[in-house]
């Protein structure tokens, strides 16, 4: 006989955003029962767990994005919960600098837009850049400084918030895979058999959110796109002081903000990510998590993204083999023109980005979305900064569905 479980609400995927749409149920005094059903054994394995840590400022996203909405207010949310938590956190600001002189008009457009969204962000001077970035560079003697960027450890605020939650009555449903669901019965049924009712299901899935939402005929227009991020690490008797975030002004036009540096809390400063095709889900490190259908989605849509737009088949050209050593470090220069190969070795850091495409417009999708069925809700693009965000991005899923007020 099969298990039967039921509950009022169920959550797809025990990352960031579905573990902060389960705390803020609680925290808006809903009596009601949860139950986040995880694929994996921990939780924020994935995207989550291996994310750059970033606590962001706001400074990137478009004006009334929902990104830019949800991002300053979550950042500020998150620190507090990690300060009352006693969860460990590295004050460290962050340094945007134009690395090409014809990129110093961006500084513009970027101190509005942080401007406009909320953040508290300035523009520096090459005196006040080297006091703060001794080793870095500036092309045009000026630069962006955002104070309020600061550093987590993903994996220790993951498990501290899945700790907190179990606490609270949350019960987990680890190492399950959902493979049918019922619509009709509001049932899923997972790959042990066993079947769970719920009133409302959210779909917090991540790198496999489109599936899942697929599975509800739900998004079928969207496909993941999985992009692999490999990082360096400066060796531990590199000549530098990187004590801040040191950024590239980046392409407004693209999804990815380019090869920078990272001071972490176990005092390493990695350099990266990359933004080459995954081509698998999960494939972080070889051969045997390549996705055969990954790369078909890559051949059939990718290509045709290639073809209508030239920005990103020449950002593409520029990406393709920045993974490699001598390509990583002439990106790497441009911020810290010291840097000499001897002074890097690759990390074991590897992130997915999961990327989301647009068969019908042909496009990559720059914003987070969200989708609505009968009884499901489905996130489907937390990218960055969704780690940052996620409790104001949870409240503004919660709200938006009527399921808090």
């Not at 406009?116 to 560079?137: C, K, S, T």
């Not at 599936?211 to 796109?225: N, P, Q, S």
Request: glycine residues 8%; proline residues 5%; hydrophobic residues 40%.
């Amino acid at each position: 006989m099969q298990s039967q479980q039921s509950s009022d609400v169920v959550i797809v995927g025990g990352g960031m955003v579905g573990l902060s749409i389960a705390w803020q149920l609680l925290e808006n005094g809903l009596k009601t029962s949860i139950s986040i059903i995880e694929k994996e054994n921990q939780v924020g394995k994935h995207c989550s767990g291996r994310n750059s840590g970033i606590l962001h400022a706001g400074i990137y996203y478009e004006p009334n994005s929902l990104k830019s909405r949800v991002c300053i207010g979550g950042a500020k949310r998150l620190k507090l919960w990690c300060e009352e938590e006693k969860v460990p956190i590295l004050e460290c600001g962050k340094i945007i600098t134009p690395q090409k002189i014809e990129l110093d008009s961006q500084l513009e457009i970027l101190l509005k837009r942080g401007q406009d969204n909320g953040a508290v962000v300035e523009l520096i001077d090459e005196r006040q850049f080297y006091e703060i970035m001794p080793d870095g560079r500036t092309s045009t003697g000026r630069a962006l400084w955002s104070p309020g960027t600061s550093v987590v450890k993903p994996r220790i605020v993951v498990e501290q918030l899945k700790k907190r939650l179990e606490q609270r009555g949350v019960d987990f449903i680890m190492g399950a895979k959902v493979a049918r669901v019922s619509r009709a019965e509001n049932k899923i049924t997972l790959a042990d058999r066993s079947v769970h009712s719920y009133g409302r299901i959210i779909n917090c899935a991540g790198l496999h959110a489109d599936r899942i939402a697929h599975l509800f005929g739900i998004g079928k227009r969207y496909i993941m796109l999985p992009f692999k991020g490999e990082y360096y690490q400066l060796r531990e008797d590199a000549p530098f002081n990187i004590n801040s975030n040191l950024y590239p002004v980046p392409d407004l036009e693209m999804p990815f903000l380019g090869v920078h540096a990272t001071p972490s809390l176990d005092g390493v400063t990695y350099l990266g990510p990359t933004a080459t095709p995954a081509l698998g889900r999960e494939n972080y490190s070889g051969i045997n998590e390549i996705d055969p259908s990954v790369i078909t989605d890559f051949i059939y849509n990718f290509s045709k993204l290639l073809v209508k737009d030239k920005r990103i088949r020449n950002y593409a050209q520029r990406q393709i083999l920045e993974w490699l050593p001598n390509n990583f470090l002439g990106a790497a220069k441009e911020l810290v023109p010291k840097l000499k190969i001897e002074h890097i070795k690759k990390s074991s850091k590897v992130g997915i980005r999961p990327q989301l495409y647009d068969t019908e417009d042909n496009c990559l999708i720059q914003d987070f979305v969200m989708l609505t069925g009968k009884d499901s809700i489905h996130v489907i693009n937390a990218i960055s900064p969704a780690f940052t965000a996620s409790f104001e991005l949870a409240d503004y899923i919660l709200k938006s569905t009527n399921i808090i007020p």
